[in-house]
């Protein structure tokens, strides 16, 4: 009897076995498709985010070169005119500073040009304070 139960015990496995080999052999026929899409969507994604993190690394070294040079303009400014020198400073400062606090994505095409648009504001504004004297 227990011969019986054990044998009958061992074919309930084994067709259960081959119901899921048979289960997932069924599954993998649409997967192939599914694993393509997938892997496309994947490397489109991947080679999307390796073209931002390149256009965020060339345009923020564009910024911390025009920090630079803007700076030392500013102190070539206050030097010969300390009041206006310092507010254009204060006015970097305070723009930089918001641009940490935002989180600025310098590789958005849209928040890049406002930055190029303020250094540009900011060198005319230096440049018109410089011809006052």
């Known amino acids: 009897m227990i011969r019986l139960f054990s044998f009958l015990f ?10 899921q080999v048979t289960g997932s052999s069924a599954t993998t026929t649409s997967a192939p498709s599914l694993s393509a899409s997938t892997a496309a969507e994947t490397r489109a994604r991947d ?21 630079k ?10 030097q010969a005119q300390p009041e206006p020198g310092q507010r254009l400073t204060d006015l970097l400062n305070g723009t930089i500073k918001r ?3 935002e989180k600025t994505d310098y590789g ?20 018109n304070e410089r011809t006052k004297k």
Request: hydrophobic residues 50%; negative net charge.
């Open 69 to 78: 040079a803007v700076r030392q303009e500013l102190n070539k400014l206050r």
């Open 99 to 101: 641009w940490n606090q």
């Open 10 to 19: 061992l074919l309930m496995l084994s067709m259960a076995a081959s119901a």
């Open 108 to 127: 958005d095409a849209e928040q890049f040009a406002d930055c190029q648009e303020f250094f540009a504001t900011l060198r005319t504004s230096i440049q």
């Open 47 to 67: 080679e999307a985010f390796a073209a931002w993190k390149v256009r965020y690394a060339t345009n923020r070294a564009w910024i911390a070169d025009e920090i």
